[in-house]
């Protein structure tokens, strides 16, 4: 039996659940404070040997769960600030009239961050040309997130798809070859192709991709 395993299993295990709470108190996202405790449970058993000396390990191990979140929670401020900063400087360089953005409600964190630096990005103020700004839906993302009003996709505008349109849009799926995958997945051929027709059949069409209106704006003759 490896005593030093034991011990640590023993000793540390137990904290677990109140690490994680903590670390989700401090960076409200289960997923990053996931990460934060197994960065912590990592140190410790580096640590072990010099923990004897340690009085108070349950408010050894709680101020470390702390150090560490401050610590993601920089990395992640600065990673949102440069992300806003190169989608400021490629909406300021292209200045689109149409846009389409990833769902905010997608599981996927890197989605979240993307439509947030887009919305900041796409202000009307500062980007009066743009006439529409969609959010797409992506499969294996848009359908796992937790079910809640905030996270639904609720498509209001559909772009009808001819058989070529839908052969040209699979073909090209098909060359991310890493992100294809068998069905029943979704990031399959077949899933993909009944997301189509799904989406077709709700308005009459054969085929057909639907958006998310984010905002919409028609101008008059005298507008400027």
């Known amino acids: 039996m490896n005593t030093d395993a034991e011990n640590f299993k023993n000793t540390f295990l137990p904290m677990g659940r109140q690490m994680f709470a ?4 401090i960076l409200g996202n ?3 404070a996931e990460d934060a405790v197994q960065d912590v449970y990592t140190k410790l058993w580096e640590r072990r040997n010099d923990l004897e000396n340690v009085k108070n390990r349950h408010a050894y191990v709680l101020m470390m769960v702390r150090n560490r979140c401050l610590t993601i929670a920089g990395s992640i401020h ?3 600030a440069e992300l806003n900063e190169a989608v400021a400087r490629a909406v300021s360089r292209i200045r689109p009239e149409i846009a389409f953005i990833p769902h905010r409600g997608d599981l996927h964190g ?3 961050e993307t439509a947030g630096a887009a919305m900041v990005a796409l202000r009307p103020i500062e980007q009066p040309q743009l006439k529409a700004l969609y959010a797409y839906e992506t499969l294996s993302e848009t359908e796992w997130n937790t079910p809640s009003a905030d996270n639904a996709f609720l498509p209001n505008h559909w772009i009808a798809l001819g058989e ?3 052969k040209k849009k699979l073909e090209a799926f ?3 070859q890493t992100q294809v995958r068998p069905f029943p997945h979704p990031r ?3 899933a993909v192709t009944a997301l189509a027709r799904l989406r077709g059949s709700t308005v009459g069409e054969c085929a057909a991709e639907s958006f998310m ?3 919409q704006v028609e101008r008059g003759q005298g507008a400027v």
């Not at 903590?22 to 108190?25: L, N, P």
């Open 110 to 112: 890197d989605h979240k």
């Open 164 to 166: 070529e349109d839908l």
């Open 78 to 80: 600065r990673q949102s």
């Open 188 to 190: 399959s051929p077949e």
């Open 30 to 32: 289960a997923a990053d």
């Open 213 to 215: 209106v984010l905002r």
């Open 174 to 176: 098909c060359c991310y």
């Open 22 to 25: 903590e670390a989700i108190r």
